[in-house]
């Protein structure tokens, strides 16, 4: 995407439209990314993973346009720096370079106006229903559960969990404490004996 692009006789897509399908590959790359949707379902950047997410993938649009000759190590460290920085995880499992390398291809193919790659990733984002979050669908029942558990208790569904909670002011004694034996003595002096119970 160098220079504009000669459009004869309406065959050749404009560069505009070559702009709007390599950002759209560039979301969808980053959307489809395994590390980054756990990162996001799982609430890893804190409560607005999903707007930082989205931020993560305008600044990679932004930094590509300011940076055309970015090579595919150039991208994958950017990619793998905001997880640390912005998700707190440590990608090593090359799904970076991978990405990466997924950006460097349809920066070329959308500049030739070849937009296949990019319309098959937006067929598979349409048939998932637009969610990148069915990678992480084991945690969803855990986050739930923990989303409840921090509800202000306002919530009918946090009262049953009240009722089971224990005052530990009034926590029974871990001992038992046994009563002191006093010795009964009879109106001779004598000290009574008594059996032991057991």
């Known amino acids: 995407m160098s220079g504009p692009m000669e459009v004869s006789g309406g065959s050749a897509p404009s560069q505009e439209k070559c702009k709007a399908q390599f950002e759209l590959g560039v979301t969808l790359s980053l959307f489809f990314w395994p590390s980054l ?3 996001v379902v799982n609430n890893w950047g804190g409560p607005d993973s999903k707007d930082k997410r989205e931020w ?13 000759d970015a090579d595919g190590e150039w991208i994958e460290t950017f990619l793998l720096q905001v997880m640390l920085d912005e998700f707190e995880v440590n990608v090593d499992d090359e799904s970076g370079y991978e990405v990466a390398e997924q950006i460097l291809r349809l920066r070329k ?3 030739k106006g070849d937009f296949r790659e990019v319309e098959s990733m937006k067929e598979r984002w349409d048939r998932k229903g637009g969610k990148s979050e069915d990678v992480g669908k ?3 029942k855990r986050e739930r559960n923990e ?3 921090e509800t202000d208790g306002s919530e009918d569904d946090s009262d049953d969990e009240e009722d089971q909670d224990v005052d530990m002011d009034e926590a029974p004694p871990l001992v038992r404490v046994k009563e002191p034996v006093v010795p009964e003595v009879d109106e001779d002096g004598f000290t009574k004996v008594t059996k032991k119970k057991r």
């Open 138 to 140: 084991l945690f969803e």
């Open 109 to 111: 193919d959308c500049g």
């Open 147 to 149: 989303e409840e558990d």
């Open 56 to 68: 993560f993938a305008q600044t990679t649009i932004d930094l590509l346009e300011e940076n055309p």
């Open 37 to 39: 949707s756990l990162a």
